[in-house]
C-alpha cells in the first residue's frame, strides 16, 4: 500500500508538537514570584516559602528546582519524610542529577531505618530490565521524538532517490529505525506503568506495618519517616506496601505519600 507523503508528515508534526508541549509545558513561574519567594528563604519565612511552592505544584509546574527547593526547606524545618518525598519528585523529573542524588544520599544518613533502604544496582543489562531506574519518561519521550524526526527525514530521502535506485539500504536502515521506536514505546511503557506502581515515603516519625487491613492487626514492623517503601495496594483508608526487607504489610494512608 502506497503511503501519502504529506499525510504522514502532517501526522508526524502534530506528533511533535503534542510530544514536546506534554513534556516541556509550565515548568518555570513568574519571576516576581520566585524574587518573592526568594526573598521569604533570605528571612527564614520558611512556613511561608514552602506554601509557595506548594501552590506552583497545584498549578502544574514541574521544575526539579521546586521539589528540590521544597525538599530542602522541609529538611531545615526537621521534616525527614517530607523532604525525602519532594527530593525524590525531583529525581523523578530529573534521575541524573548529581546534586539531587546527593542530597537524598545525604539525608538516607538521616533515617533511622537504614538497613531497608533499596540498593542501587548499577549492571548495564538493568539499563533495559529496569528501565525506570535510569530513565525518567520524560527522556523516553524525548528519545522517541529524535527517532521519529530521524525517520521522516529518511522516509524523505527515499522518496527523493527511490526513482533512481540509489537506496540500496532502505529497508534494512529501515527495520532498525522501526525497531528502536517499537523499543523506546515499549520501554516508555514500562516506565509508565512502574511509575503507577510507584515508591512511598513514609511521612509519620514513627509508623507501626500490621500483617492486615485493620488497626488490631498484629504489628510486623516499626519504621520511621523518610523510609522509601513500595506502594502495591489500597482497601479502604488502608495502604499495602512492601518494604525493601521483603516483608509486606499495610499502614495508614495518612502516614504515607506516594511518589507521582
Not at 526537621?78 to 542524588?101: Q, R
Not at 544520599?105 to 548495564?124: G, H, Y
Not at 523510609?227 to 521483603?246: A, T
Request: aromatic share 16%.
Amino acid at each position: 500500500m502506497k503511503i501519502n507523503s504529506r499525510k504522514y508528515l502532517l501526522c508526524s508534526f502534530f506528533i511533535h508538537v503534542f510530544l514536546i508541549s506534554s513534556l516541556f509545558a509550565n515548568q518555570i513561574p513568574p519571576q516576581n514570584d520566585i524574587a518573592k519567594v526568594n526573598r521569604l528563604v533570605e528571612n527564614k519565612n520558611f512556613s511561608e516559602a514552602m506554601d509557595i511552592y506548594r501552590d506552583w505544584i497545584a498549578l502544574g509546574f514541574e521544575s526539579k528546582w521546586i521539589f528540590y527547593n521544597l525538599g530542602l526547606l522541609h529538611e531545615k524545618v526537621g521534616h525527614v519524610g517530607y523532604a525525602m518525598y519532594y527530593l525524590k519528585k525531583a529525581e523523578k523529573v530529573a534521575p541524573d542529577d548529581v546534586l539531587i542524588n546527593k542530597r537524598i544520599v545525604f539525608l538516607q544518613e538521616k533515617i533511622k531505618d537504614k538497613f531497608m533502604i533499596p540498593i542501587e544496582n548499577d549492571r548495564f543489562i538493568d539499563v533495559f530490565l529496569k528501565p525506570w531506574d535510569y530513565w525518567s519518561l520524560k527522556e523516553a519521550g524525548i528519545f522517541l521524538i529524535i527517532s521519529f524526526w530521524i525517520f521522516s527525514l529518511y522516509f524523505l530521502l527515499f522518496h527523493v532517490f527511490s526513482m533512481s535506485g540509489s537506496f540500496k539500504f532502505y529497508k534494512p536502515v529501515l527495520f532498525i529505525q522501526v525497531g528502536l521506536i517499537c523499543f523506546l514505546l515499549i520501554q516508555s511503557m514500562r516506565i509508565l506503568q512502574n511509575s503507577n506502581q510507584s515508591e512511598a515515603i513514609i511521612l509519620g516519625d514513627v509508623v507501626e506495618i500490621h500483617e492486615g487491613a485493620d488497626i488490631l492487626s498484629p504489628k510486623i514492623q516499626t519504621v520511621h519517616a523518610g523510609l522509601p517503601v513500595l506502594f502495591e495496594d489500597k482497601i479502604g483508608d488502608w495502604i499495602k506496601v512492601r518494604l525493601y526487607n521483603g516483608k509486606v504489610g499495610w499502614l495508614k494512608k495518612n502516614q504515607l505519600s506516594a511518589i507521582i
